[in-house]
T-cell receptor, first 112, second 116 residues
Framework: ELKVEQNPLFLSMQEGKNYTIYCNYSTTSDRLYWYRQDPGKSLESLFVLLSNGAVKQEGRLMASLDTKARLSTLHITAAVHDLSATYFCAVDPTGTASKLTFGTGTRLQVTL | DTEVTQTPKHLVMGMTNKKSLKCEQHMGHRAMYWYKQKAKKPPELMFVYSYEKLSINESVPSRFSPECPNSSLLNLHLHALQPEDSALYLC???????????????FGEGSRLTVL
């Protein structure tokens, strides 16, 4: 059974600081996705990583994928309050999206 | 603004009621999904429709019955639910299983269901 674990589960950080969220998964996959969810809201796609070594950046967020280590990271640079949300990684081992498995989620709180 | 719209946004129903959740997407996607999300938990896959045919049923109880009338519409019929079925029900769509971006799901705002 595929397991997708994120750490930390909760992260409180000050504005202006840097931090990294980790996503580990238990089976071979070269496709990984990051989503953001604001409290009480739906999920928004952030990054699509489709191969080993893939790196994507958008604003203060940068995601990378190491398929050999079965690890993805989401790096936050100079955090701002607007980044407060829950971040999920999701793994697609079949390449068909039919079995997309979400990670445990990381709740990020950026304090002023 | 999301291009996947769900109605209703909130639903309260008794255990003997029959209700339906509706989802519509206008992105020309060929795959549609129902996910269930409990508070502080990740979404859990319930059903997948690919080209209007049910391709995945994740052992969901029969009190949940999906329907895909056409490639843009997805319904979830609810009957004889239990209080533990209270959750946020999310509809999503994607380009279609098999495409490189197949896993990039576009979610609706969700229907928050409370079963009394």
């Amino acid at each position: 059974e595929l397991k997708v674990e994120q750490n930390p589960l909760f992260l409180s950080m000050q504005e202006g600081k840097n931090y990294t969220i980790y996503c580990n998964y238990s089976t071979t996959s070269d496709r990984l996705y990051w989503y953001r969810q604001d409290p009480g809201k739906s999920l928004e796609s952030l990054f699509v990583l489709l191969s080993n070594g893939a790196v994507k950046q958008e604003g203060r967020l940068m995601a990378s994928l190491d398929t050999k280590a079965r690890l993805s990271t989401l790096h936050i640079t100079a955090a701002v309050h607007d980044l407060s949300a829950t971040y999920f990684c999701a793994v697609d081992p079949t390449g068909t999206a039919s079995k997309l498995t979400f990670g445990t989620g990381t709740r990020l709180q950026v304090t002023l | 603004d999301t291009e996947v719209t769900q109605t209703p946004k909130h639903l309260v129903m008794g255990m003997t009621n029959k209700k339906s959740l509706k989802c519509e997407q206008h992105m020309g996607h060929r795959a549609m999904y129902w996910y269930k999300q409990k508070a502080k938990k990740p979404p859990e896959l319930m059903f997948v429709y690919s080209y209007e045919k049910l391709s995945i049923n994740e052992s969901v109880p029969s009190r949940f019955s999906p329907e895909c009338p056409n490639s843009s519409l997805l319904n979830l019929h609810l009957h004889a639910l239990q209080p533990e079925d209270s959750a946020l029900y999310l509809c999503a769509s994607s380009q279609g299983t098999g495409s490189p971006e197949a896993g990039e799901l576009f979610f609706g705002e969700g229907s928050r269901l409370t079963v009394l």
